[in-house]
């Protein structure tokens, strides 16, 4: 089984290129609409599904105008959730950069020059030259802006890749063969069990830290760690007893979790910390 993400640009012909990919190796595609459902059985709410979808229009005014600490955890939660099986082929989301130090997850990168998309574009929503144009430019400005905001990385650099496909020349079904056959590869083809078991780990500590975060905790002296089977450790200075609580409560009411180990210490005070 293999593990890819896939980052395009509108008009590459990427999603194309997933879906194609995921039928011939038989993976579960993880695009827009499956993360939106996967994202609904984590009991993300309704208000915060429209952070995650990447086409709508608008996506950095949607995070500026919210929070985008909250943002990153729940996508960042969603991302290892749909990775900690070791397979799927999943489409955007910054996925190739949460999954980056998985060395078992293949990532690639599809693009083709603006001339060719907006052809595309063209003929696949039968617009004329100036909306597709149009369309493209707000696209890549929000997408760029997106992921230098949320993950301070520059989407070009091809060092976030293992591979970089150019529609330009290339065919749909050329690229597909080529991410197939280096999906078969060894390095790419098992991810090894603890790899998966920190995916799981990782994915249920950023939902516990979404939830902390939602309900307003003051998380700059929290330390919290995952253990399997759903052990959760926090440690900390909470500003009080009754904070406290509300902490190993929320903890506890998370799904997955079957144990909460705490050792709080008394809130700092003028940078000095007393226990």
């Known amino acids: 089984m293999s593990l890819i993400t896939i980052s395009h640009s509108i008009g590459s012909g990427g999603i194309t290129i997933a879906q194609q990919v995921a039928k011939q190796l038989d993976l579960e595609i993880f695009d827009d609409h499956r993360l939106q459902s996967e994202a609904v059985q984590m009991g993300i709410r309704p208000e915060e599904l429209k952070?995650?979808?990447?086409k709508a229009p608008g996506l950095l005014d949607r995070l500026l105008s919210r929070r985008p600490q909250l943002y990153l955890d729940l996508m960042e939660a969603l991302i290892y959730k749909v990775a900690k099986s070791g397979s799927g082929v999943i489409v955007?989301?910054?996925?190739?950069f949460i999954l980056r130090d998985f060395n078992c997850a293949m990532h690639v990168r599809v693009l083709a020059s603006f001339d060719t998309r907006v052809k595309r574009l063209m003929s696949e929503k039968e617009l004329g030259r100036k909306s597709a144009e149009k369309i493209l430019r707000k696209h890549t400005e929000e997408i760029e802006g997106y992921l230098k905001y949320i993950f301070k990385i520059d989407r070009g650099s091809p060092y976030n890749f293992d591979f970089v496909i150019n529609t330009d020349k290339m065919t749909i079904d050329l690229a597909v063969e080529?991410?197939?056959a280096a999906a078969q590869a060894e390095?790419?083809?098992?991810?090894s069990d603890s790899a998966m078991t920190t995916m799981a780990q990782l994915s249920l500590s950023?939902?516990?830290?979404?939830e902390l975060l939602?309900?307003?905790?003051?998380?700059?002296f929290l330390h919290l760690e995952v253990s399997d089977p759903g052990i959760v450790s926090v440690r900390g200075f909470p500003k009080d007893e009754v904070e406290q609580a509300r902490i190993i409560d929320i903890i506890k009411a998370?799904?997955?979790v079957t144990e909460v180990?705490?050792?709080?210490g008394v809130a700092p005070v003028h940078g000095i910390f007393t226990t």
């Open 178 to 180: 080529l991410i197939v």
């Open 206 to 210: 950023k939902k516990i830290q979404a």
């Open 214 to 220: 939602r309900q307003n905790i003051n998380r700059n």
């Open 51 to 54: 952070l995650l979808d990447e």
């Open 254 to 256: 998370e799904p997955g």
């Open 187 to 191: 390095m790419y083809r098992v991810c």
């Open 92 to 96: 955007g989301h910054g996925s190739h």
């Open 261 to 264: 180990r705490s050792e709080f």
